[in-house]
């Protein structure tokens, strides 16, 4: 199978929705804000930056905007070879903001309902939107997966057994020391939630990825603009109080995979970018998310996690009549093999056979065949990965030979996505498969079909 595509760096760092709070009255009344909360906000000169909560809750720091990051940017699925480069325009939802937690001396009342060692918010694993892509008046669901194309083994720091963590140098009573901050550091904490599907493990090689280098022996992470890692590996091993990697209020075996990392305490303004991989490549739904980290700041900041969606029950097919395609395009053994790859797959390319298997109607016809459930699942190529949701738009692209099926449309600035010679089905749960119209993005031009 090829691999996905792989990303390009970026100067522009998206933010968080901002809101200005102005601060508490007097030290009698509630805080206004959670002590290490981060919103966006619009700096000196218009420009898009951050500020966080201080840590009296009592209001926020000055806006700042700090150095842009430059990392990969979520891919359309266009190859680097197709000489076309197509960015994912999905938008991180603005409506969003990062909760970085309360600590004991928040002075946060006690029948707030907020516990005091939480060190991470309550709506930490809460999903997020990445964003609409309209095509015909109709929004792209956050459903959407986007890739970096980059392996999660090319640069994640697993680090050894131990990775500092005192687990059998405990106390005479039999009770577990757990790691200890380095000196001068700052909590910096990031979540992978698959607990709606279950289906990643510890051997999945799942990794926060982004400008950031981690060291596994100190779990120290400092600023990386290059994103050439490593990467820290998440965990659901429990807190690193216990002999963990999570936060401090994380569960272990829960499937919210997570880690907290310790950074210089910084004595100016850091604005980090980052996504999320595994060991078959980027798993980031949407396009990269950022957090800032302002200058002397020594409190927990958790940032917006990835939650990854239930998987849908709508089975897709994908056929392409091989002497049906648009002008210019004869097929050939040039143009062979035959795959799809798409949001539904993260940008895998999937063979589409002709042999009468694997949903093929007829073998040897010149039909090309794809079904999405031979595809995803429990033993197939893509496991965590399944079906379509309803209302979910899926995305996809044909590729022939390595080149992705891409034209000159009239009305259509650049080489969109092609559907001659293509038609696609649905099948619900208990269904049977009907035909469904294809259409394009507006953004990218790439074809797509709407559950």
């Known amino acids: 199978m090829s691999a996905m595509s792989r990303a390009r760096p970026v100067l522009t760092v998206l933010t968080l929705s901002a809101a200005l709070i102005s601060t508490a009255c007097s030290s009698e009344e509630a805080p206004v804000c959670a002590p290490g909360r981060s919103l966006a906000c619009t700096g000196p000169g218009g420009c898009s930056g951050s500020q966080v909560c201080n840590p009296a809750g009592t209001g926020f720091f000055a806006c700042t905007c700090g150095e842009p990051d430059a990392g990969p940017v979520a891919d359309s699925g266009t190859t680097p070879d197709s000489g076309v480069e197509v960015d994912s325009g999905v938008e991180v939802d603005s409506g969003v903001e990062v909760d970085s937690g309360v600590e004991a ?25 990445s964003g609409v892509a309209v095509d015909s ?78 060291n596994s022996a100190t779990r120290i992470v400092t600023r990386d603009l290059a994103w050439s890692g490593p990467y820290p590996r998440v965990y659901d091993d429990g807190p690193y109080t216990q002999g963990g990697h999570e936060p401090v209020n994380a569960v272990a075996g829960d499937h919210r995979w997570c880690v907290t990392t310790f950074l210089p305490t910084p004595n100016q303004p850091l604005i980090f970018e980052y996504g999320a991989e595994s060991s078959m490549g980027w798993i980031w739904i949407g ?24 998987h849908g029950q709508i089975d897709l097919r994908v056929s392409i009549d091989t002497s049906n395609l648009a002008v210019g395009w004869i097929f050939g053994p040039g143009l062979q093999p035959v795959r799809v790859k798409g949001t539904f797959t993260s940008w895998w390319e999937v063979d589409a056979v002709d042999d ?6 007829v073998a040897n016809d010149g039909v090309y065949t794809m079904v999405l459930s031979s595809n995803v699942g429990p033993g197939t190529l893509l496991p965590h990965l399944g079906l379509l949701q309803a209302g979910i738009d899926a995305e996809f692209v044909i590729v022939f030979g390595g080149v992705e099926y891409r034209g000159t449309v009239v009305g259509w600035p650049s080489p969109v996505g092609l559907a001659d010679g293509v038609s696609a089905e649905l099948m619900p749960p208990g269904g049977v498969w009907s035909a469904t119209p294809i259409l394009r993005t507006t953004t990218f031009g790439n074809t797509i079909v709407r559950p």
Not at 356 to 361: E, I, V
Request: hydrophobic share 40%; with cysteine.
């Open 287 to 310: 396009s990269n998310a950022t957090f800032t980290v302002p200058a002397g700041w020594t409190q927990e900041i958790v940032a917006q996690p990835l939650v990854i969606p239930a």
């Open 105 to 129: 001396d928040s002075g946060i009342a006690a029948d707030s309902g907020v516990a005091a060692d939480s060190g991470i918010a309550a709506d930490s694993g809460v999903a997020v939107d």
């Open 356 to 361: 009468g298997t694997a949903g093929d109607l």
């Open 137 to 214: 008046g109709v929004a792209v669901d956050s459903g959407v997966a986007v890739d970096s194309g980059v392996a999660a083994d090319s640069g994640v720091d697993a680090g050894p057994a131990d990775s500092g963590v005192s687990a059998d140098a405990g106390p005479a009573d039999g009770g577990v020391v757990g790691f200890i901050p380095p000196a001068g550091t700052t909590p910096l904490s990031f979540c992978i939630d698959d607990s709606a599907n279950r289906t990643y493990g510890p051997n999945d090689g799942l990794a926060w990825k982004g400008s950031l280098s981690y």
